[in-house]
């Protein structure tokens, strides 16, 4: 059924989920590891992309856009912008061996891709140096050709060249084998645009003015002392995420620097809001509302004339569960929305399956 997972040290769709933990391949050194590149058919050759480089982040740009994950009916396809690529491929530590790239021979058109950054992932009481692995992507006139598990055997020829042994990434479908499984909800923010454009339905009984009163939020955060997070912050968000992360079974483990590199706010690609003094309740509320209305300048230089975000996502991990329903997220249904379950998988790694509210690992 799965001619190529079966040959990889994962477990079989069919076995019981593992009671302990540890390496499903025997302990090998770098030494082991083929020097040589894998073989890919004749018309190709392998590259590696140099996020730096602005003509190459627009190859990489034009594949993803036009080639990466779409729901069912190709109606909506992740659009990550070359500011939000390079920060994802750039943490502290980054290897630019990592970022795979397959050509027609001779430098031709880049149609495969295929990413990896370093992360610690704690795995219950162990702490494992990884590879996080993202935007795998074979260009739509070359699928169906065996080139993923191609892609996939040279990450891992070359981060395991590095020493490097296990793999965390997610995936909208189910391979051998999930270590946990996590759903999608959305909060609408301007339900008039995604019930127009078909990412939402209008509700029985409802009118588009009674839709979009329902899911009204604050013009400005409620809290008091609510600003975005500046560098000076990054030792105390650090241990208070730190902190907080210990009680899930999967999570990473970041530093100071990678707090700073995924967490300081970035124009357009990330931001992040902190309060001083006070601890706990109704901070998600706002967040909502940072959303909604402070997010007017970045949201306006990626999308000219939109001012917003028009949906917030969320996964059912961690403790969001508490909040989820009241501020009338609802559940991803199925329909139309790319990535409604969202499947978590470790590589080279048998450990007891994960519930979602002790996971908090949110790539992807
Ligand atoms: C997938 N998403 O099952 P079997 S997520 C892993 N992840 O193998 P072909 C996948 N494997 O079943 P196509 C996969 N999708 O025969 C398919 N496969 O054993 C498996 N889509 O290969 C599949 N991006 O080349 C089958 O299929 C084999 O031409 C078939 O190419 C697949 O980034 C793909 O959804 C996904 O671009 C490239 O459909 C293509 O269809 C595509 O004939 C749109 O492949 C974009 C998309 C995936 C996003 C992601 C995480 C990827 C994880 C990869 C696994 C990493 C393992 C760890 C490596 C490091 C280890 C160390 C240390
Ligand atoms: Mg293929």
């Given at each position: 059924?799965?001619?190529?997972?079966?040959?990889?040290?994962?477990?079989?769709?069919?076995?019981?989920?593992?009671?302990?933990?540890?390496?499903?391949?025997?302990?090998?050194?770098?030494?082991?590891?083929?020097?040589?590149?894998?073989?890919?058919?004749?018309?190709?050759?392998?590259?590696?992309?140099?996020?730096?480089?602005?003509?190459?982040?627009?190859?990489?740009?034009?594949?993803?856009?036009?080639?990466?994950?779409?729901?069912?009916?190709?109606?909506?396809?992740?659009?990550?912008?070359?500011?939000?690529?390079?920060w994802a491929l750039k943490p502290p530590e980054f290897l630019?061996?990592w970022?795979?790239?397959?050509?027609?021979?001779?430098?031709?058109?880049?149609?495969?891709?295929?990413t990896g950054i370093p992360a610690k992932m704690r795995v219950y009481d162990k702490s494992i140096p990884m590879v996080e692995i993202n935007?795998?992507?074979?260009?739509?006139?070359?699928?169906?050709?065996?080139?993923?598990?191609?892609?996939?055997?040279?990450?891992?020829?070359?981060?395991?060249?590095?020493?490097v042994?296990q793999a965390v990434y997610t995936?909208?479908?189910?391979?051998?084998?999930?270590?946990?499984?996590?759903?999608?909800?959305?909060?609408?923010?301007?339900?008039?645009?995604?019930?127009?454009?078909?990412?939402?339905?209008?509700?029985?009984?409802?009118?588009?003015?009674?839709?979009?009163?329902?899911?009204?939020?604050?013009?400005?955060?409620?809290?008091?002392?609510?600003?975005?997070m500046r560098k000076e912050d990054v030792p105390r968000v650090h241990g208070l995420v730190s902190n907080y992360l210990q009680k899930f079974s999967l999570h990473p483990e970041f530093t100071p620097d990678e707090v700073e590199h995924w967490m300081l706010p970035k124009?357009?690609v990330v931001s992040c809001w902190v309060?001083?003094?006070?601890?706990?309740?109704?901070?998600?509320?706002?967040?909502?509302?940072?959303?909604?209305?402070?997010?007017?300048?970045?949201?306006?230089?990626?999308?000219?004339?939109?001012?917003?975000?028009?949906?917030?996502?969320?996964l059912?991990i961690m403790d969001n569960?508490?909040?989820?329903?009241?501020?009338?997220?609802?559940?991803?249904?199925?329909?139309?929305?790319?990535?409604?379950?969202?499947?978590y998988?470790l590589?080279?790694?048998?450990?007891?399956?994960i519930?979602?509210?002790k996971s908090p690992w949110a790539q992807g």
């Amino acid at each position: 059924e799965h001619p190529f997972w079966d040959t990889q040290p994962v477990p079989s769709m069919s076995s019981e989920y593992d009671q302990d933990a540890g390496p499903l391949d025997e302990l090998k050194t770098v030494d082991d590891v083929r020097p040589e590149p894998y073989p890919l058919p004749g018309q190709f050759e392998w590259c590696t992309c140099n996020v730096d480089d602005d003509a190459e982040m627009q190859e990489v740009y034009s594949l993803l856009t036009e080639n990466y994950v779409e729901d069912d009916d190709s109606m909506f396809r992740f659009d990550y912008s070359i500011h939000f690529l390079r920060w994802a491929l750039k943490p502290p530590e980054f290897l630019r061996n990592w970022h795979l790239g397959v050509r027609v021979k001779g430098g031709g058109k880049l149609v495969g891709f295929i990413t990896g950054i370093p992360a610690k992932m704690r795995v219950y009481d162990k702490s494992i140096p990884m590879v996080e692995i993202n935007f795998l992507c074979v260009h739509k006139k070359l699928r169906s050709k065996r080139l993923a598990p191609v892609l996939i055997k040279e990450i891992t020829r070359r981060v395991n060249r590095e020493n490097v042994w296990q793999a965390v990434y997610t995936a909208g479908v189910v391979l051998p084998r999930p270590v946990s499984q996590c759903r999608y909800w959305h909060r609408s923010l301007n339900p008039k645009k995604l019930i127009e454009v078909g990412f939402s339905h209008l509700g029985q009984r409802m009118t588009m003015a009674r839709t979009i009163k329902l899911y009204k939020v604050p013009d400005t955060p409620q809290l008091a002392g609510m600003r975005e997070m500046r560098k000076e912050d990054v030792p105390r968000v650090h241990g208070l995420v730190s902190n907080y992360l210990q009680k899930f079974s999967l999570h990473p483990e970041f530093t100071p620097d990678e707090v700073e590199h995924w967490m300081l706010p970035k124009e357009g690609v990330v931001s992040c809001w902190v309060r001083e003094n006070e601890k706990g309740e109704d901070l998600m509320l706002d967040a909502l509302s940072v959303a909604k209305q402070q997010a007017h300048a970045p949201v306006e230089k990626m999308f000219p004339g939109e001012s917003g975000f028009d949906v917030f996502n969320a996964l059912d991990i961690m403790d969001n569960e508490s909040f989820l329903k009241d501020l009338k997220f609802g559940i991803g249904d199925g329909y139309l929305r790319p990535g409604t379950c969202r499947q978590y998988y470790l590589y080279n790694w048998k450990c007891p399956k994960i519930e979602p509210r002790k996971s908090p690992w949110a790539q992807g």
